[in-house]
């Protein structure tokens, strides 16, 4: 005899995201797994003295959604940290401080997130009231004794960073100061320093170095790096976060150092890990050069994190992450092509590693069974890793082991036949074209920022990619409309045509079983089918039917995980 369902849901409008992408009535739930999904009637069926029963009354439910690379513990971090919202005048940005510096301990760095961020800071400073940067001097005023530290934009050319007098007097900073190449130091009308920094770098050498926080080799030297307690902070911050905006599971793709890990596995630990997550190990820029220590940082993560990925069906980890070129975001990536650069010159972009190194890191990746996944960005890159991904098949078959490609904004046909091939998949985000379009347009032509993220083509050409946010805007139903709207913010135009249009169906799939894929996952997720794991969003509006440019003021009224639930606004009193 059948045992009733824990958990039905009734009076809905369910998109499955099954293969016929069927629409149902109701959801049955037993111990965590979809035990029917169908009818109301046929739903009904599975019910029992004991069963909860939650009438939706006509709400939307879809599966959790799945990001495929969202840097969900950076965007933890950045709601940890001070932020300043669109400033309308420094005296904002002020107010913001002065609450800051009243509770913090004298002497304590109070490090911020940038003044502003993508899309917005392409219009400041003009937009400020003033019309310039806050400096130094505007800063002292409400902070003299704790050192500020306001991060520029990681992906803006220039990002400008901004710090006040006991912040570079911590770091011995003055006019004589030699700042790295693509780093400048604004000066004052009296020729001492303002404060306000440029930096045309990815990654920011204000203060990373090499892809990573280093104290000992940045002009910032007194800067505190972020505590263990704090990154863990960050991952519960981001954790809870994606909770309240139905996002059940991520693919990390880029890689996670050492910090973050041990936060994951932390909060998994103490049952507090709410998303599900498949991380990969980051192979740090920095290690191109060494490749004596890159080989047993290869060694010893292929002792658990070979094949598939170690772990359970909350917290898995597998394989290595590597950064090829720059940012397309900056008109920093690898093309085919010269462009107009960030300074102005003309070139072709940045390639992080030698094609030497690069052989000979994947190569021996590979052999230690060990997945990769790389961000290449622009189409000389791309075309450079699926070379190299193609070579190391003719001698290790890679077909069925999902390696990946991150971002990889510019692809060709042939790069897509190849992905289809050797079973690449490729995670990217149209997002980037709201925030960066204007970027894209200015740096690559008009011609190439059309071409540019064509989900549509990588679709007919049999490729399962993943849509993903970058952590940036990480809310899912922005996802969902900019897949579908394809805008850059700066001009509100369309990027793409009509060629590149995308069903609501395919767009869900995109954001749901396609990000499954990437973590191997889709025959546990990314769909509401009979045997799957109850992850579903509980929506206030019907997505596939509302007018297009509703669909980011969509509320997720409840997050389903495994049958529980972990965001509820009321629907389960």
Same mark, same amino acid.
């Given at each position: ?145 704790? &050192?500020?530290?306001? @991060?520029?934009?990681?992906? !803006? #050319?220039? $990002?400008?960073?901004?710090? %006040?007098?006991?912040?570079?007097? /911590? ?54 790096? &972020?505590?263990?307690? @704090?990154?863990?902070?960050? !991952? #519960?911050? $981001?954790?809870?976060?994606? %909770?309240?905006?139905?996002?059940? /599971? ?63 069906? !909350? ?12 940012? /397309? ?245």
């Amino acid at each position: 005899m059948r045992a009733p369902a824990d958990l039905i849901l009734i009076n809905a409008v369910v998109h499955t995201v099954d293969s016929r992408d069927r629409v149902a009535q109701a959801i049955a739930i037993e111990q965590g797994r979809i035990a029917a999904v169908g009818t109301q009637e046929e739903v009904l069926g599975f019910s029992g003295p004991s069963t909860r029963m939650i009438d939706l009354r006509g709400r939307t439910v879809v599966p959790g959604f799945v990001d495929a690379h969202p840097h969900m513990d950076g965007v933890g971090l950045r709601l940890i940290k001070p932020a300043f919202g669109n400033p309308a005048s420094i005296d904002d940005v002020l107010d913001v401080l002065r609450r800051e510096v009243e509770r913090r301990r004298p002497g304590e760095w109070i490090v911020c997130n940038p003044l502003v961020v993508e899309p917005e800071v392409f219009a400041y400073p003009q937009r400020l009231r003033e019309r310039r940067w806050p400096n130094r001097h505007d800063l002292d005023k409400v902070s003299p004794a704790n &050192p500020v530290y306001i @991060e520029p934009p990681a992906l !803006v #050319a220039p $990002g400008f960073a901004i710090a %006040n007098s006991a912040a570079l007097q /911590a770091c011995g900073i003055s006019r004589e100061t030699r700042l790295p190449r693509g780093a400048e130091l604004l000066l004052d009308d009296a020729g001492a320093p303002s404060g306000v920094f440029k930096d045309y770098n990815y990654p920011k050498v204000l203060p990373v170095v090499g892809g990573g926080f280093d104290p000992a080799r940045s002009i910032f030297s007194a800067l505190p790096a &972020p505590t263990q307690a @704090e990154i863990a902070r960050g !991952v #519960a911050a $981001g954790t809870r976060a994606f %909770n309240e905006t139905g996002i059940t /599971a991520i693919y990390e793709g880029h890689g996670i150092p050492p910090g973050p890990q041990r936060a994951y596995l932390d909060l998994w630990q103490q049952g507090g890990l709410t998303v599900r997550t498949y991380f990969v190990i980051s192979y740090p820029v920095n290690l191109y050069a060494d490749l004596e220590k890159g080989a047993l940082l290869i060694e010893q993560t292929a002792r658990y994190a070979a094949g598939n990925g170690f772990g359970d069906d !909350v917290l898995r980890f597998g394989g290595l992450g590597f950064s090829f070129d720059s940012a /397309a975001a900056m008109g920093a990536c690898l093309m085919r092509d010269d462009y107009l650069g960030p300074t102005g010159q003309r070139w072709r972009g940045m390639q992080l590693p030698s094609d030497e190194a690069f052989k000979s890191i994947v190569h021996r990746a590979a052999r230690a069974g060990l997945r990769v996944q790389v961000q290449c960005s622009g189409g000389g890159a791309i075309d450079k890793v699926l070379a190299l991904y193609e070579e190391v098949n003719r001698e290790i078959p890679i077909a069925g082991k999902r390696w990946t490609i991150q971002h990889c904004q510019f692809p060709s046909e042939a790069n897509m036949e190849a992905c289809r091939r050797l079973g690449v998949i490729p995670t990217t985000t149209t997002n980037f074209l709201w925030m960066y379009g204007s970027v894209y347009r200015r740096a690559f032509g008009e011609a190439l920022a059309q071409d540019a993220i064509p989900f549509r083509r990588w679709l007919d050409a049999g490729v399962p990619v993943a849509q993903c946010t970058d952590g940036r805007p990480y809310e899912p139903m922005f996802a969902i409309w900019q897949m579908l709207a394809r805008k850059d913010a700066v001009t509100r135009r369309r990027l793409g045509g009509e060629q590149e249009r995308l069903s609501r169906a395919e767009a869900l799939r995109l954001y749901t079983l396609n990000g499954a894929r990437a973590a191997f996952w889709e025959d546990r997720i990314g769909s509401i089918e009979p045997g799957k794991l109850a992850d579903v969003a509980i929506l206030s509006d019907d997505i596939m039917t509302i007018p297009e440019d509703d669909i980011p003021a969509t509320k997720v009224l409840a997050t389903l995980l495994g049958g529980k639930v972990v965001h509820d606004t009321g629907l389960f009193p």
